[in-house]
């Protein structure tokens, strides 16, 4: 079995450490969007031992509030869906009120066109983990 | 502010304490589906304590694990969306390569009609919840 997020780090990495890694997410239609991927391939939040659904929910959590800080969006989104790739990984994504979607999930088909806005840059969001994950 | 969920239930009621509590979602596409929703009205998971935010998660996980006793799915989606409703919940929804939308999140358009499956009774539910969160 070929696994996409066991072979390659699936987005440019912000943060990372021996248990899991956050990466950036391409494109321009959810700004800031990033995941927190564990680092082996797991299938489900309740394969991991507690203390590890903690770990990575710290990184979940840190992920949103730098986010929270440097973009002040609307409305964070947290998903863990692992339909297509199951290999732990969570979707952390700023909302906005005029983005393509909102108030539908970011997998519901588009409403409108969507206001575009500036992204913060990579450096910044991975000096605000580095803080948050000391 | 009128908020459904400090109103209302927004459900069956599995198990609840002062915290928060698990509601049965009701309809057939997606059986087994829960939610996890916090007692008082709180936007975003960081305006929570980190120790209320691991609370809250032990009732998500014990969610994931009746729910994968039960029912055996194919993958677990975790969310906590919050785009129309702003009040702390989570969605818990067990998965089966024959649903309707699988391997697309549940808000993405039907793929096909979906095969209907038996769902776990309430009982069962709240008993395992019960013990998982006792």
């Known amino acids: 079995m070929s696994c996409e997020l066991c072979t390659a780090d699936g987005g440019t990495v912000l943060w990372r450490d021996d248990f899991c890694r956050v ?3 391409s ?3 959810f700004p800031g969007f990033c995941r927190v991927i564990l680092a082996r391939h797991v299938r489900e939040m309740t394969d991991l031992a507690p203390a590890e659904r903690d770990r ?3 990184a979940v959590f840190a992920c949103e509030e730098a986010l929270r800080g440097l973009l002040a ?3 964070v989104n947290l998903a863990s869906l692992g339909n ?3 290999h732990l990984h969570w979707h952390v994504i700023p909302r906005f009120e005029d983005d393509s979607r909102f108030p539908d999930p970011i997998w519901a088909p588009a409403r409108r066109a969507g206001t575009r806005r500036a992204s913060p840059g990579d450096a910044a ?3 605000r983990l580095a803080e948050l994950l000391a």
Do not use: Y
């Open 23 to 25: 990466v950036r997410v």
């Open 27 to 29: 494109g321009e239609a």
């Open 56 to 58: 990575l929910m710290r």
């Open 73 to 75: 969006p609307d409305k």
């Open 84 to 86: 297509q790739v199951a």
């Open 125 to 127: 969001l991975a000096r």
